[in-house]
């Protein structure tokens, strides 16, 4: 199981690193424009087109906290220690799915199986936290059982 944990735990990394680097590139694209804007003589459409530059890079500002604030969850996750109690870092087996506790990084295929990276902040995942082997929870109108927590 710590292989795989591993797999799930270098994906979820993996995600992260990749959406700070499309977000580094909206950054630096956004810079280059806004370098770029020359005062026209139709000065509105100027002072416009800066607007939305600077709103544009607020915002990637703000991806960029959510990205360092996933990294920082990202490592706090201990692949080598499993618990019978679901906590950050289990890889969690119900009757219907497979979930590894981390950041919601979405679906991972590892070995031809479906995993499900999820946040403990997540409506799933705020149901799973504290839970053990043989709790059920209901989730979307169906009972969930968990069968293993590694």
Same mark, same amino acid.
């Given at each position: 199981m710590i292989a795989i944990k591993k797999e799930l735990?270098?994906?979820?990394? &993996?995600?992260?690193? !990749?959406?700070?680097?499309?977000?580094?590139?909206?950054?630096?694209?956004n810079q280059h424009a806004?370098?770029?804007e020359t005062k026209s003589?139709?000065?509105? %459409?100027?002072?416009?087109g800066r607007a939305m530059l600077q709103l544009e890079? &607020? !915002?990637?500002?703000?991806?960029?906290?959510?990205?360092?604030?996933?990294?920082?969850?990202?490592? %706090?996750?201990?692949?080598?220690t499993t618990s019978e109690i679901i906590r950050l870092g289990s890889l969690v087996f119900t009757d219907q799915t497979y979930y590894f506790i981390a950041i919601s990084a979405g679906e991972?295929?590892?070995?031809?199986k479906k995993y499900y990276a999820?946040?403990?902040g997540s409506p799933i995942g %705020?149901?799973?936290?504290?839970? %053990? +082997?043989?709790?059920?929870? +209901?989730?979307?109108?169906?009972t969930v059982a968990i069968q293993e927590v590694h």
């Open positions: 735990y270098d994906a979820c990394l &993996e995600f992260v690193n !990749k959406r700070e680097e499309t977000v580094h590139q909206i950054i630096t694209s806004l370098m770029s003589s139709a000065g509105d %459409k100027h002072e416009t890079m &607020e !915002k990637a500002s703000q991806q960029l906290e959510g990205i360092h604030q996933m990294k920082m969850i990202v490592d %706090k996750i201990s692949i080598d991972i295929i590892i070995q031809n999820i946040s403990p %705020k149901l799973l936290m504290g839970k %053990k +082997v043989e709790d059920e929870f +209901v989730f979307n109108g169906k």
